[in-house]
């Protein structure tokens, strides 16, 4: 991957690592990408736009972003594709290719450390993410009828598992992917959910 150019769809979210991204493809250089995905490997990039739009371009990226796996695919009669991509492996941007016709890169995949993780982190963060689901039904939010689970065996999947599940907003979680270690990502993600209990209180205790 490091000696060839990534296809990449940069977006206004983030993609974890074994997250699901279902992506509804009408721009035509996307569809192009997506029909020479489909032909190749499935892969392609993802990051998050810094700043700009997700359609037409001119877009400023950053650079650390996931490799994502085309899953299932649909192709519309008038050209659109239905996509459902997961979310592999972390990527690292070493430089911008032309956007032509569609964006691309040259990336490195980054390695995830072989760590742990104290199995209170993921307690505290399970207990967290229930809290502030919780908190936002009160408000009369929207939450996922699926129950918290975290994968108790691997520790790099189970931070990543909560920080897709974690209501951030793209750039907290975006600091949350570059973060390197599964511990420290679930050391500041239990901070960021800590913040955004005591906010959701506030609001309702103004209620």
């Known amino acids: 991957m490091a000696d060839a150019a990534c296809a990449m769809f940069p977006l206004g979210s983030v993609l974890?690592?074994?997250?699901?991204?279902?992506?509804?493809?009408?721009?035509?250089?996307?569809?192009?990408?997506?029909?020479?995905?489909?032909?190749?490997?499935g892969t392609f990039g993802v990051v998050l736009i810094e700043r700009g739009s997700e359609v037409g371009g001119g877009d400023v990226r950053f650079d650390v972003g996931t490799l994502a796996q085309i899953v299932q695919a649909g192709r519309f009669d008038d050209g659109r594709y239905a996509v459902v991509a997961v979310g592999v492996r972390r990527l690292r941007v070493r430089s911008w290719l032309p956007d032509d016709p569609y964006p691309r890169a040259e990336v490195d995949l980054l390695d995830e450390p072989d760590d742990t993780i104290d199995p209170g982190q993921l307690e505290v963060v399970t207990h967290l993410l229930a809290r502030v689901r919780a908190l936002l039904a009160e408000l009369g939010a929207s939450i996922p009828s699926e129950p918290i689970?975290?994968?108790v065996d691997d520790p790099v999947r189970a931070s990543f598992e909560a920080a897709a599940l974690a209501p951030l907003g793209p750039l907290d979680a975006q600091a949350l992917l570059e973060v390197a270690e599964p511990g420290a990502r679930l050391t500041r993600l239990a901070e960021l959910l800590t913040e955004e209990a005591r906010v959701l209180e506030f609001r309702l205790s103004g209620e």
């Not at 974890?16 to 029909?35: D, G, N, Q, S």
């Open 16 to 41: 974890f690592p074994h997250a699901v991204l279902p992506l509804h493809v009408f721009e035509p250089r996307y569809r192009l990408m997506t029909e020479q995905c489909i032909a190749r490997d």
């Open 149 to 151: 689970e975290l994968s």
